[in-house]
């Protein structure tokens, strides 16, 4: 790390040494806030969607010949062949499903749900076949599930939670932009949050050296003598994913040092603890790792004053 006397003037370390400690000793269990355990906006753009369709769907509740009566239902009304995935948490609109693996060769029966099919008495069989092997006519027939509004609901709710990982991470880069924000109004900066080598040409006319011309830097600030490139991440719990951050962020310094640009990477996390040793490595390349405690105090705002 490269020490600066910011360190000692605002969180009172003298040395390196110290600055990791505090680095490491400050790590928040958590970052979540409401939204992090269901996008509500979403679920219910999701069931407006398709609400009229399920409450034709309930006319099959607790039906004895299920099977015949959802032909029936489906021929009546084509369109509900469409929602068919949605009521099993299946997001595709094709699925080939293994029927047999047992002799000489695996076996396959495709399934299509695209509003691209023409419904036919053929597809509506399919579909029904389908709903049937999932288990779903079992569970409507026996009335286990009483309304499939509720239900669908539930199921959204569900598959809702898959997005959790990517708003903890947003979490993280809305505490952050705040700072930046307010840093960068403060003294007439400016910046761009997800950016790539083009918009950064476009908006700030610096080139940026990177592997990947796809990746996006969280947030690149513009001062009159160089562009600081601020990545973000947060992480609660352990794994190798930590350690190939660590290296990748110690190359990508570098590379951006090498193109005139200073590079401050943020993270925070107890998933850290798990992972001292990969931080420590990156912190002894990188100029300047803060964590969640150091921007709220000041270190970030004090190092791009410094460094501008």
Known sequence: MKYNSIFSEIIKCGSSEQVFDYLVNNLKESILKWDYFVNWEKVNCNFRDIEISLNLLNYLIGKENVEQEAKYLFKKHHDLVYIV???????????????????EQFQYQEFYFDKKEKITDEVIEKVVFFLKETGFLQQISSQKIKSLTDYFLGVE????????????G?????????FI????QRHNFQYISQANTDKIKK?????LTVKNSSKKIDFVINTPHRLFLIETNFYRGGGSKLKATAGEYSDIFTQWQNDGHQFIWVT????????KKPLQDAFNKIDYILNLSMVQVGVLEALILDGY
């Open 170 to 178: 947003t979490a993280m880069e809305e505490i952050i932009e705040y």
């Open 157 to 168: 709710v569900g598959l809702d939670t898959n997005g959790r990982k990517n708003r903890s």
């Open 268 to 275: 925070d996390g107890v998933g850290w603890l798990t992972a």
């Open 181 to 184: 924000n307010s840093l960068c």
């Open 85 to 103: 995935p949605s009521l099993i948490a299946y997001r595709d609109k094709s699925v080939k499903i293994l029927t047999e693996y047992k002799f």
């Open 203 to 207: 908006k700030f006319n610096k080139h």
